[in-house]
């Protein structure tokens, strides 16, 4: 167990709906990572947050956003979901966000249909 | 785009047997590399980790080599067992950005 934690392990959904992901980072950590995982993508980057500030953005699209909350947990929001936005999505967390290794929750499995 | 790969997508193996899975990076001011280990449907697990200015780091049961000369990380598993079953990423960092490679799925034979 990373002691990252994500919610929920399954999602589905329909094209043009708007779904919320849900990370918990490791006790202690105050950085937040979003990847998405699709079959022939590996692993991409989306974004990362820092103590409730964005610090760097990958290949994220506009139809998604994401959070850090006080409390450290981040939120990632999709919208206008398309068939292609089907992915696992990991959350991952790192003590301070600066080059460290990063510990990785189980995933949300995301099925748009 | 991905500025780390690896140079073979699946492996095969013989449980007790030995495992090299290996790893190309184009950034040479990439200063820190990971491995992680992907079961099916889990999250990555980090391994093992070797920073820039090492060229041989070892845990338990593995190994990671780095030349820096040809930009070329390799993991060695040794006595490969049925649990090693899974796909697993190189990922380097450059500028405090952690970029994964494409990935090896590796099986083991009983």
New interface residues.
Partial sequence: D?G?TQTPKHLITATGQRVTLRCSPRSGDLSV?WYQQSLDQ??Q?LIQYYNGEER?KGNILERFSAQQFPDLHSELNLSSLELGDSALY?C?SSPQ???E???????TQLSVL | G?SVGLHLPTLSVQEGDNSIINCAYSNSAS??F?W?KQES??????II?IRSNMDKRQGQRVTVLLNKTVKHLSLQIAATQPGDSAVY?CAE?N?????????TTVTVRA
């Fill in positions: 990373s990252v990572y590996g692993l980057f760097a990991f991952a966000g600066l080059g290794k990063l510990f990785f929750g189980s995933g | 991905e200063d820190y990971i992680y449907g889990k999250g990555p697990q980090f980790d990423f960092i500028d405090y950005k952690l970029s994964f490679g494409a990935g």
